[in-house]
C-alpha cells in the first residue's frame, strides 16, 4: 500500500523559514517523479513543484520561484520542500504526491504564515 | 500557463440522477506522445483529493464505473451516473501535459 506522510508544517512569521518532509512507502521511491500540491483555507488545488526521479529536473510555480526547493533524498524515501521568505499567501495545507499526474496523495500538513 | 475552466462551479443533483462537469483547456492537452494528461479528482469535505480519472478516460483501481471521463483535445466532460450520498464534494480537473500542471477551479456537487 502507498503511503505518503507529510511533517514539518506549522506557524513561522512572515520573511520565516520552513522545511517539509514527505516520508513515501510501500512503492519504489525512485521510480517516481514526485510532486508538492498546496490548497489555502477554503480554496482550491495548487501544483507548487515536482522533481524528477534522480532530481536532475525539477518545477516550480512562478509564485514560489526563487524562494521554495524542492529536493528528495532516495537513500531514505524521502521527499522535501524548503520554504524561504514565506508570505501570508503561502498559508496553504501542503500535499505530498506521487508522479507530476499526483496519483497517490498524502495526508498534508498545515502551514500558517502570520505575525 | 495552461488555464483549465471548470463549469457548472456548483451543481446540486438529486440522488440517483446523473451529473455531469466539463473542464475546457486553454491549450490542447495532446502530448508530444500522443498521451492526453487530463486527471480528475475527487475531495470528500475533510479528506485529502483522490485521482479518480487519468489520461481522459481510465479510472483507478476501486473507483466505481458510475464515474466516468471523455473527451479530447481541450474539451473533457466527467460524469456521475446515479449520484450516491458518498459522491458529495468537490471535483477537480487537472492537466499534465504542460508546466506548471495546472487545476481547475473545482466544481462542487452537493445534493438536493
Known amino acids: 500500500e502507498v503511503q505518503l506522510v507529510e511533517s514539518g508544517g506549522g506557524l513561522v512569521q512572515p520573511g520565516g523559514s520552513l522545511r517539509l518532509s514527505c516520508a513515501a512507502s510501500?512503492?519504489?521511491?525512485?521510480?517516481?517523479?514526485m510532486t508538492w500540491v498546496r490548497q489555502a483555507p477554503e480554496k482550491g488545488l495548487e501544483w507548487v513543484a515536482s522533481?524528477?526521479?534522480?532530481?536532475?529536473?525539477?518545477y516550480y510555480v512562478d509564485s514560489v520561484k526563487g524562494r521554495f526547493t524542492i529536493s528528495r533524498d532516495n537513500a531514505k524515501n524521502s521527499l522535501h520542500l524548503q520554504m524561504n521568505s514565506l508570505r501570508a499567501e503561502d498559508t496553504a495545507v501542503y500535499y505530498c504526491?506521487?508522479?507530476?499526474?499526483?496519483?497517490?496523495w498524502g495526508q498534508g500538513t498545515l502551514v500558517t504564515v502570520s505575525s | 500557463e495552461v488555464v483549465m475552466t471548470q463549469s457548472p462551479l456548483s451543481l446540486p443533483v438529486t440522488l440517483g440522477q446523473s451529473a455531469s462537469i466539463s473542464c475546457r483547456s486553454s491549450q490542447s492537452l495532446v502530448q508530444s506522445d500522443g498521451n492526453t494528461y487530463l486527471n480528475w479528482f475527487q475531495q470528500r469535505p475533510g479528506q485529502s483529493p483522490r485521482r479518480l480519472i487519468y489520461?481522459?478516460?481510465n479510472r483507478e483501481s476501486g473507483v466505481p464505473d458510475r464515474f466516468s471521463g471523455s473527451g479530447s483535445g481541450t474539451d473533457f466532460t466527467l460524469k456521475i451516473s446515479r449520484v450516491e450520498a458518498e459522491d458529495v464534494g468537490v471535483y477537480y480537473c487537472m492537466q499534465g501535459t504542460h508546466w506548471p500542471r495546472t487545476f481547475g477551479q473545482g466544481t462542487k456537487v452537493e445534493i438536493k
Open positions: 522533481i524528477k526521479e534522480d532530481g536532475s529536473e525539477k
Open positions: 489520461k481522459v478516460s
Open positions: 504526491a506521487r508522479e507530476t499526474n499526483t496519483r497517490d
Open positions: 510501500g512503492f519504489t521511491f525512485t521510480s517516481y517523479w
